[in-house]
């Protein structure tokens, strides 16, 4: 691969080189930026020294907040239909009940 799929990011003040296709560029600055942000909050808090150990409890972090997105979800959404069905019956109610004759065919 050519340098043109070469993409720099800076993490934790450091520079990586890593290639990648042209359409996925701005996920990687994205994930670049955010895994940067993850690793200064943890190096903020002092209770974790050493950049390695700091990498791998960012990376603990990431993934746990995923896996719990990805699990939670699947409630939240069935509570949101749930609520979109219920809306809508009591639209379909309202209607029925303010229609002064039902239509014959």
């Known amino acids: 691969m050519s340098s043109n799929n070469s993409v720099t990011v800076q993490i934790l003040d450091k520079e990586y080189s890593i290639i990648c296709p042209q359409e996925e560029r701005t996920n990687l600055v994205s994930a670049a930026r955010y895994l940067d942000g993850k690793m200064r909050e943890i190096r903020s808090s002092g209770k974790v020294i050493g950049a390695d150990r700091i990498a791998v409890m960012a990376a603990l972090n990431i993934t746990h907040d995923l896996l719990h997105k990805q699990a939670v979800p699947d409630v939240q959404a069935s509570g949101s239909t749930r609520e979109q069905v219920r809306d809508l019956l009591e639209r379909v109610d309202l ?6 004759e039902p239509s014959q065919k």
């Open 95 to 100: 209607v029925l009940a303010t229609d002064p």
